[in-house]
């Protein structure tokens, strides 16, 4: 079954945060505003869409989604 | 002031002899952009002692990025280049840049921001409760350009009643002293002398606001020096003032003529998030500057040292290539990499703040003023240079 997982590059993420408010379930913010993915990343089914959209408004092309 | 200044040339073309102080640009540069995009991407002109100007997303962004080749020192375009003026971390470039923006990012996160809501919106409302009931305003003058003023006053810790004072010194620098050094410098020279006033009476008195914790501040055990402080709160006023005002000030321009959008806004409320983001990438009101420092060529064009670059992100924005009907204002927008806050590493700091207020300014707005309307009767005037927006927005109410 394939698992979907998002991940935030550190080094690309710019802290526009709009990850953590398009897809707060899967995106949290670190002391100083930059994005992370929430634990592992890992996307259940329903989330699907918001962690596309999310990947579609970073302006730093900082996320990816990792089908495994 | 504005009657010194000579007149100018207008530009006879814009791919070689552009003019972003030219009235035809301050009223509607979109078309010019257009124009340039498919024409010469990235123009050039000997005004300014020479500046570009990158029309497309992908030339504004590699610019963004390349610190290197083009630095921050410089984030104005005017026609001499005055004595360097710090005010970091926005005219920082690397390794400075990180320790001076770092010790600012905490107090800007969307948490931190949350806690200043209750105070923007019961601006919002007051202003409001002044203009309800009355046939017409001036949207610009007495809502839009109230509200973050007095906003970022509250977080500096600086009284909420300057904001005559401070909106002189921001049109001084940002408008009248692209062109006039004098009255540019002595407006720095005010700045300079309020701020170290508030800094030294801070240090007698400790108190809870943004100068009270830059005093105590440091990064990897470094404390700041008074003049970086000063840089920075001059900065922050500057930069926390005119820009959300403008983006406020633009949201409502389009929403005074676009009526299906206004009542579709005031009914869906879930459509609030994507609506300011379409409206911050179509009327981003920041245009930001580098000075290239070494020699460099992007997309074909070669970028000498010691010209400066106007570093278009309302122009990046507009690109059809990024944007698809880019042109078209469309508030639910799904996809929307827009850079109304810049790319790379000067994204700006107020980013989480100017959502907070743009998105409160709007919905309390509409919430008591659901319908309103250009006056045909008045005309609408935009800020020239930098930062654009109305600062004069004639509605006719109801």
Known sequence: MKVLRVRVDRERCQGHARCFALAPELFELDQWGNGRERGDGAVPAPLEQKARLAQANCPELAITIIEE | ?????????????????????DPRWSENPYPIWDELRQSCPIAHTDRFMGAYFPSRYEDVRAI??????????????????????PAPP??????????????????????????????????????????????????????????????????????????????????EILEIGITDHEVLMRAQREMIAYFAEKIAARRAVPRDDLIGYLINASVDGRAFSDEHINGTLRLLLIAGIDTTWSAIGSCLWHLAQHADDRRRLAAEP????????????????????????????????????????????????????????????????????????????????????????????????????PEFRLDPDARVTWSVGTVRGPRALPLLLG
Not at chain 2, 64 to 85: C, G, K, N, Q, W
Not at chain 2, 297 to 326: Q, T, W, Y
């Open chain 2, 1 to 21: 002031m504005g009657e010194s200044m000579s007149p100018r040339p207008p530009a006879s073309d814009w791919s070689t002899d552009f003019d972003h102080l």
């Open chain 2, 64 to 85: 963004a990025y390349d610190t290197e080749h083009f630095s921050s020192r410089r984030i104005i375009v005017r026609e001499t280049r005055p004595p360097l003026i």
């Open chain 2, 270 to 369: 879930d459509l609030m998030g994507p609506a300011v983001e379409e409206f911050l990438r179509a009327y981003a009101p920041v245009t930001m500057a580098r000075e290239v420092v070494k020699e460099t060529e992007i997309a074909g064009c070669a970028f000498k040292p010691g010209h400066m670059v106007l570093l278009s992100f309302p122009a990046a924005n507009r690109d059809p290539a990024m944007f698809p009907d880019a042109d078209q204002v469309i508030i639910d927008r799904k996809e929307n990499r827009h850079a109304a806050f810049g790319l790379g590493i000067h994204r700006c700091i107020g980013s989480n703040l100017a959502r907070m207020e743009i998105r409160v300014a709007l919905s309390e707005w509409l919430a008591r003023l």
């Open chain 2, 90 to 171: 926005i005219t920082s470039d690397p390794p400075e840049h990180r320790p001076a923006k770092q010790v600012l990012l905490p107090a800007f996160t969307p948490e931190a921001i949350e806690r200043h809501e209750p105070h923007a919106r019961a601006i919002c409302r007051e202003l409001i409760g002044r203009i309800a009931g009355k046939s017409r305003c001036d949207a610009a003058v007495e809502y839009a350009q109230e509200i973050p003023v007095r906003v970022i006053a509250h977080m500096l810790g600086v009284p909420e009643q300057e904001g005559e004072l401070f909106r002189k010194w921001i049109k």
